[in-house]
């Protein structure tokens, strides 16, 4: 039907081209369009203008800095003295612990959603993990830093002195053997503030996967049961594989998340500037946190070395960020135009 | 594959020949026994914990206990199972109990964190003058008998309505544009929103120091703050409103261009107001992200402890700044503050939430009764109009023979 409507309708009718189906728009209708543009086009040089003037701020400092700026592990801006070569990993390791401790929780939350909440709980459960997105990070943060840092000693001691062997388990010059050992080196670490975080992506995450899940059609489910499958079957064999592209993409929104959490992870942790591994260990940092410390700023040239740092912190997300919208975007076939 | 589905005596029904009602049969396939094997595993996994905790392991806290009680409860249940199952329903039960268990550690620990707030925040919420005074008169060293946060409140409140005049009319006619439009241009704007909807909130901040305050000059104030929680949110309320405009169905807007309404009036009368549960939502979840967020005030906004009620000029700090602030002082008092603050910020972003599912939360298209009785009345009004006018121009018509 569709080819035919479009091909000419004889051959004896000549020369006859296909009709124009455009419409002399109306003047309303030009302003409209053009408010619209208007509106579409502020909101990308607003989106655009934040790397441009983050840039323009920062170019006095990478001047200065150079190649530096990538392999400096200090911040001394004032000594010219500066650079991301700690911040970024650490920034990393505390996302990376976050999102370790997150996906699999969030993916428990989600399946029990979609697949074993009894149908009269799912509305409420769904209103409490979209809720909990909304719950400030410093909420997180107080909580982190009032609560979970004076709790979290034992359970670190335990870890580093069972699995201390493991790599970034481990502390070092922690003193188990003394009974007036100093326990606050397990405090402020890399390992809080990832658990933190994880708090703060979970919600976020989980979202994403159930809606991924529930999208899981049910003639395949039904065709799993059919087939003998236990509920584990049918999830591994058709809501887990349906949900991938969901699993990854909320991952990575929740890595970008986390990449970019200042205020609760600068509540939480005791910053360092040389980059440690030891996850447990007191002293992290993440260039969040130095933005959170340092935005009060002191002269012009360590604010304009905040904005080099910034400008890091932007492009490391947008990248994550870039990629999460893809991947999420490829897996909600039909939705997009 | 026996094993989900137990045989079970067969149901009365009118095909049984007894008579009398039909029974509906249930076909859940949890039987007594699955219940004892649980209940079993649970009782033995918490006593050979206990016994481990008191005999063999000596010094465990109540966290080892917990960890070493839940281990053994799911050994145990596998083996009982694997008594009177095959593998894939040992699988089965296991995964059965690990995602209950996920899902219980999960939501328990979200909203211990949330409880937590609110039961140290129980301090400084017992004197009324918390909610009424500024931090004016009061030293980090008085009591919480004096000094508040009404300042922050205000502040909070005249940020957030500063962003929302900006983001409300660019972010819905972002995603008015996005869905209006043809071409290669809406589609670059879609990919750039999307991956801005997790822009960090400090680097949004830190945008409005290097333009507004740094460039153009303008002090720390509630108008820079509103203008950074504004970019923050830009995006979030764009992505939101975008996706659920383009859940309108096309055949109302195809209707409306067919009856000869221009792009404009169809947008305006046909497709916005369809979707307007959903931007509601939109709206107000992007606010309470927008309204909790520090870093974005942290530069901007600047701190002060009296009521400014001047965006344009002197510092205005908010809620979560206020709270970020106190938190960082070493005095009982003020952490008590911090917490009373963040259980007012909590209280916020709550109410924000419950408007948004009580006003939105619908599919496009889809009316609550009330909004169904405005409609049907604005139909009877236009009826009696379309009648009017026929019986003007019928009578205008008579005239003119007559």
Redesign the interface.
């Known amino acids: 039907m569709a080819a035919a409507a479009t091909e000419p309708p004889s051959p004896s009718g000549g020369s006859e081209s296909a009709r124009r189906v455009k419409s002399a ?2 003047g ?2 030009q ?3 053009l ?10 040089i ?5 790397g441009l ?2 840039f ?2 920062a170019s006095p400092a990478l001047a200065v800095a150079g190649f530096k700026f990538l392999t400096t592990q200090a911040w001394e801006p004032d000594a010219h003295n500066f650079g991301v070569a700690a911040l970024i990993p650490l920034t990393v390791l505390i996302a990376g612990v976050a999102v370790t401790f997150a996906v ?6 989600a ?3 979609s ?3 009894p149908r009269r709980l799912r509305r409420g ?1 769904i ?6 997105a ?10 982190g ?3 979970l840092n004076p709790h979290i000693i ?2 670190a001691r ?1 870890i580093s002195s069972t699995f201390g062997w493991l790599p970034l388990l481990g502390v070092h010059d922690a003193d188990t053997d003394n009974p007036f050992e100093n326990l606050t080196i397990y405090e402020s670490s890399t390992f809080a503030a990832g658990i933190v975080v994880s ?1 703060v992506i ?2 976020t995450i ?1 979202s994403v996967m159930r809606e991924s899940f529930a999208q899981a059609p049910v003639g395949e489910r039904e065709g799993a049961y059919a087939l ?1 499958a ?4 049918m ?1 591994r064999s058709v809501v887990l594989p349906f949900g991938r592209g969901g699993m990854i993409g909320g991952t990575m ?1 929740g890595l ?2 986390a ?5 609760a992870v600068y ?1 939480v942790i005791t910053q360092v500037f040389r980059f440690q591994p030891e996850i447990l260990r007191s002293g992290t940092n993440s260039v ?1 946190a130095l ?2 410390n340092r ?1 009060g ?1 002191s002269g012009p040239f360590a ?1 304009s070395a ?2 080099a740092a ?1 400008l890091a ?2 492009g490391l ?2 990248v ?3 990629g ?2 893809q991947i999420v ?1 490829r897996t909600r076939s039909g ?1 997009t ?1 | 594959m026996t094993t989900t589905i137990p045989p079970q005596a067969p149901a009365r029904t009118a095909f049984g020949g007894t008579g009398g009602p039909e029974i509906r049969r249930v076909t859940s396939a949890r039987t007594r026994a699955d219940v004892v094997v649980l209940l079993g595993a649970g009782a033995a996994g918490l006593s050979l914990a206990a016994l481990l905790a008191t005999r063999v392991i000596p010094a465990v806290n109540l966290g080892g206990f917990v960890v070493i009680a839940y281990v053994l409860f799911l050994v145990l249940y596998g083996v009982l199972v694997s008594l009177d199952q095959d593998g894939r329903a040992v699988r089965d039960r296991l995964a059965t109990v690990t995602v209950h268990s996920i899902a219980v550690l999960a939501l328990c620990a979200l909203l211990f964190v949330v409880g937590f707030t609110f039961w140290r925040g129980r301090e400084a919420l017992g004197h009324l003058n918390f909610f009424t005074s500024d931090m004016r008169l009061a030293g980090p060293l008085d009591p919480l008998t004096v000094g508040g946060i009404v300042h922050a409140m205000v502040g909070t409140l005249i940020e957030i309505t500063i962003a929302l005049l900006i983001t409300v009319p660019l972010g819905l006619g972002c995603a008015m544009y996005l869905n209006e439009a043809k071409g290669a241009l809406p589609k670059f704007v879609r990919t750039v929103v999307e991956a801005m909807t997790a822009l960090p909130s400090i680097v949004a901040g830190l945008f409005i120091y290097a333009s507004v305050i740094l460039t153009f000059g303008l002090t720390r104030s509630g108008l820079a703050a509103g203008l950074a929680i504004g970019v923050m949110i830009l995006p979030i309320i764009s992505r939101a409103s975008d996706v659920v405009i383009r859940l309108v169905p096309g055949s109302l807007r195809e209707a409306s261009l067919a009856m000869g309404a221009s792009q404009w009036r169809t947008a305006l009368h046909v497709v916005l107001p369809t979707a307007r549960s959903g931007l509601t939502t939109a709206v107000l979840l992007g606010t309470a992200r927008g309204v909790g967020e520090v870093s974005p005030v942290l530069t901007t906004a600047g701190f002060a402890s009296a009521v400014n009620l001047n965006p344009t000029a002197g510092p205005m700090p908010s809620l979560p700044l206020v709270t970020f602030v106190f938190a960082s002082s070493p005095e009982h008092t003020m952490i008590a503050r911090a917490f009373g603050a963040a259980v007012a910020l909590l209280a916020l972003v709550f109410v924000l939430f419950a408007l948004a599912r009580v006003l939105g939360g619908r599919p496009a298209g889809e009316l609550s009764p009330r909004a169904m009785r405005n409609r049907a009345r604005e139909s009877q009004r236009d009826l009696a109009r379309f009648n009017a006018r026929q019986q003007a121009a019928a009578q205008m018509g008579a005239g003119h023979e007559g």
Do not use: H, K
């Open positions: 728009a109306g309303a209708d302003a409209f369009q408010s619209l543009r208007a509106a579409g086009l502020a909101v990308l607003i989106m655009g203008g934040i003037f983050l323009f701020r699999p929780l969030a993916t428990g939350v399946l029990y959603i697949e074993y909440a459960l209103n409490i993990v979209d809720l909990m909304a719950v400030p990070g410093v909420v997180f943060g107080l909580w830093l009032y609560f034992p359970l335990w708090l979970m919600p989980c003998g236990t509920r584990w079957g999830i929104l970008g998340r990449l970019g959490e200042a205020i509540m969040g933005l959170a935005a700023g604010v905040l904005f910034a912190l932007f997300t947008l994550v960020n870039f999460a919208a975007a939705q135009s």
